[in-house]
Nanobody
Framework: QMQLVESGGGLVQAGGSLRLSCAAS????????MGWFRQAPGKEREFVAA????????YYGDSVKGRFTISRDNAKNTVYLQMNSLKPEDTAVYYC??????????????????WGQGTQVTVSS
C-alpha cells in the first residue's frame, strides 16, 4: 500500500510559478515510476509528466513541455512538479500517482495504482 499527499497548489497570476510536492508513504516509492496528472472541470484527467524510478527518464505532456519540470528525491519519498510560465488553461486539480508494476507505458491513468487526493491550481488572467 502507498499513500500519496500533494501540496503546493494555490492561486497564481498568469506567467507565475508554483511548485507542487507529493509525499509518499509506504514501501517501494524508490522503485516506482511516478506521474502527475490534472483534471479541469468537465474534462478528462490529463497526463502532465512522469519520472522513472531513478530519475533519469522524464516525460511530459505536449501542453506543458518546456514550462514544467518533474523531479524526485528518493531519500525523502517525494516527487515534485515545478510549474513555470503558468497559463489560465493550466487551471485544474493536480494529482500525483504511483505506477503499477510491469507497465511499459506511463501516460494513461490505468498505468497507475495509487493516487493522491489532488491539489487545486488556479491561474488567473
Amino acid at each position: 500500500q502507498m499513500q500519496l499527499v500533494e501540496s503546493g497548489g494555490g492561486l497564481v497570476q498568469a506567467g507565475g510559478s508554483l511548485r507542487l510536492s507529493c509525499a509518499a508513504s509506504g514501501r517501494s516509492f524508490s522503485s516506482r515510476t511516478m506521474g502527475w496528472f490534472r483534471q479541469a472541470p468537465g474534462k478528462e484527467r490529463e497526463f502532465v509528466a512522469a519520472i522513472s524510478w531513478s530519475g533519469d527518464r522524464r516525460y511530459y505532456g505536449d501542453s506543458v513541455k518546456g514550462r514544467f519540470t518533474i523531479s524526485r528525491d528518493n531519500a525523502k519519498n517525494t516527487v515534485y512538479l515545478q510549474m513555470n510560465s503558468l497559463k489560465p488553461e493550466d487551471t485544474a486539480v493536480y494529482y500525483c500517482a504511483a505506477d503499477r508494476p510491469y507497465r511499459s507505458t506511463f501516460a494513461y491513468t490505468e498505468d497507475y495504482a495509487y493516487w493522491g487526493q489532488g491539489t487545486q491550481v488556479t491561474v488567473s488572467s
